[in-house]
């Protein structure tokens, strides 16, 4: 298996400008998670899906931010409009549980997004 | 929720065991811990897991005392390729919560 697979792998955008993250998850994983990662506040867990059904999305920072699974294969992540505290990198991370979050998670090589 | 604290940075040198502790009060006797390895560029990478006592795999220890209060991954005999970022996560089977500690910057020197 190819893993899980991110695309932009970086993304350069301007200040208001819509920005859409896209991922891929591992085969037959039943769990989704997307993760956003700085140097001053570590990896937070945004939002995750169990069968394609958002599970926790409390760490969605505000309703710029959106999240989808539109089946088992496919994700995004939306940010709409983008600024420039939302530079981060974010990664997408799959796991086979078909419920819960204690599985372990297997990541995605990430996106670097930057919001000039 | 369970607040998850690591040391932020650790040295060692080659051949030498490693023990990284990560303090997570309030966990229930089910909850699980999980440590991930990260190397810059890259995305954090499962080493090893477990709920309780002593859970040994090839490459790492994980040990958790009676109180839960706090875990302790061992790696043993470090060489320079461990020189990473490593990660203590709580996950609550209660209510689904996950909590990633701040993370351990390990340096390996020669």
């Known amino acids: 298996d190819a893993g899980v697979i991110q695309s932009p792998r970086h993304e350069v955008t301007e200040m208001g400008q819509e920005v859409t993250l896209r991922c891929k998850p591992i085969s037959g994983h039943n769990s989704l998670f997307w993760y956003r990662q700085t140097m001053m506040r570590g990896l937070e867990l945004l939002i995750y899906?169990?069968?394609?059904?958002?599970?926790?999305d409390s760490g969605m920072p505000e309703d710029r931010f959106s999240a989808k699974m539109p089946n088992a294969s496919f994700s995004t992540l939306k940010i709409q409009p983008s600024e420039p505290r939302d530079s981060a990198v974010y990664f997408c991370a799959s796991s086979l549980a078909l419920w819960g979050s204690t599985d372990t998670q297997y990541f995605g090589p990430g996106t670097r997004l930057t919001v000039l | 929720l369970a607040k998850t604290t690591q040391p932020i940075s650790m040295d060692s040198y080659e051949g030498q065991e490693v023990n990284i502790t990560c303090s997570h009060n309030n966990i229930a006797t089910n909850d699980y811990i999980t440590w991930y390895q990260q190397f810059p560029s890259q995305g954090p990478r499962f080493i090893i897991q477990?709920?309780?006592t002593k859970v040994t795999n090839e490459v790492a220890s994980l040990f958790i005392p009676a109180d839960r209060k706090s875990s302790t991954l061992s790696l043993p005999r470090v060489s320079l390729s461990d020189t990473a970022v490593y990660y203590c996560l709580v996950s609550l089977m209660d209510n689904n919560d996950m909590r990633f500690g701040a993370g351990t910057r390990l340096t390996v020197k020669p």
């Open positions: 477990g709920y309780k």
């Open positions: 899906f169990n069968n394609n059904v958002p599970i926790d």
